[in-house]
C-alpha cells in the first residue's frame, strides 16, 4: 500500500475506536511524528541497541496488546509480533527524547490483522499488517499499558 494508503487506514482504525467507544490514544502520533534523521556519527544498523525484554515480559505485553485490539469490531487478529531491534527502533521514533533507561520501559507490537465485509470504515475483507500497538510500563514490576497505535 502507498503511504497514503496507509495514513488513511490509520486514520480510519483511530476513527473506528472513537466509534466503538475507545478512548482515543495519547501521546505522539507514531505516522504523523517526525522521525529523527542519521546523524554521521550514528552507529550502524548491527550496532543499534535492542530491546532485550524476557519472554515472560513479552508475553505479558502480547496479552494487554491482544486485549486493546479486542475492542475493535468486525476485526480478527491474525498475528501480535516481536522484534527486538524494530520494537527498540520505534521505541526510538516515538520517544526520542528518552535515554536508555526510559526506552527500556517501552515496547512495539506489530499486528497483522484481517476485516471482515461488515466494515463501515477500515477495507473490508481486507489485511493489515505492521499495526503498531506502543506500549509503557511504569518500571521492571509494573504492568504493560497500552499508549498508543497506528502505522
Known amino acids: ?30 505516522v504523523n511524528s517526525p522521525v529523527p534523521e542519521a546523524s554521521p556519527s550514528a552507529p550502524a544498523e548491527s550496532e543499534m541497541p535492542v530491546h532485550t525484554y524476557s519472554d515472560e515480559e513479552v508475553a505479558q505485553a502480547k496479552e494487554a496488546a491482544e486485549a486493546e485490539f479486542a475492542n475493535l469490531t468486525g476485526c480478527t487478529l491474525v498475528s501480535m509480533d516481536y522484534d527486538p531491534q524494530r520494537s527498540y527502533e520505534a521505541a526510538v521514533q516515538y520517544r526520542p527524547e528518552a535515554g536508555e533507561a526510559e526506552l527500556n ?47
Open 105 to 151: 520501559n517501552w515496547i512495539v507490537l506489530f499486528a497483522t490483522f484481517t476485516t471482515d465485509e461488515n466494515q463501515a470504515i477500515l477495507e473490508p475483507n481486507s489485511t493489515y499488517e505492521d499495526y503498531m500497538y506502543i506500549l509503557h510500563r511504569d518500571g521492571a514490576d509494573a504492568p504493560w499499558t497500552v499508549m498508543d497505535g497506528g502505522f
Open 1 to 30: 500500500m502507498t503511504r497514503i494508503k496507509w495514513s488513511l487506514a490509520a486514520l480510519a482504525l483511530t476513527f473506528a475506536l472513537a466509534l466503538a467507544g475507545c478512548a482515543a490514544p495519547s501521546g505522539p502520533d507514531p
